[in-house]
């Protein structure tokens, strides 16, 4: 049974940083890569940021240059930096493997920033 387990998130103020990470239950993430996706309150799921097998990183627009995604691959880690944040960050941060045609989640993490 495949198991991610996010953490790392808290409440920041806006202008501040946070790391999150994600730990896989095996070695998952060197065979699969992993993604982030967040959802805040009333909105659809969205991406956020993934790396695959290879390193290849890919952001969604509105993050690139503030968030930083990174694995370490003898650890089973996966990390999400949060820079430069803003209210509207604020939402349940999840982390993600696709493979065997699923896809698997996290609990999520929640953050939240405000003044």
């Known amino acids: 049974q495949v198991q991610l387990v996010e953490s790392g998130g808290g409440q920041v103020q806006p202008g501040g940083s946070l790391r999150l990470s994600c730990v896989a239950s095996?070695?998952?993430?060197?065979?699969?890569?992993v993604d982030w996706y967040r959802q805040a309150p009333g909105k659809p799921r969205e991406f956020v940021a993934g790396?695959?097998?290879?390193?290849?990183?890919d952001y969604a627009d509105s993050f690139e240059g503030r968030f930083t995604i990174s694995v370490d691959n003898a650890k089973n880690t996966g990390y999400l930096e949060l820079n430069s944040l803003k209210t509207e960050d604020t939402a349940a941060y999840y982390c993600s493997a696709f493979f065997d045609k699923k896809r698997y989640w996290g609990q999520g993490t929640q953050v939240t920033v405000s003044s």
């Open positions: 790396i695959d097998k290879r390193g290849r990183l």
């Open positions: 095996g070695n998952i993430f060197s065979l699969y890569g």
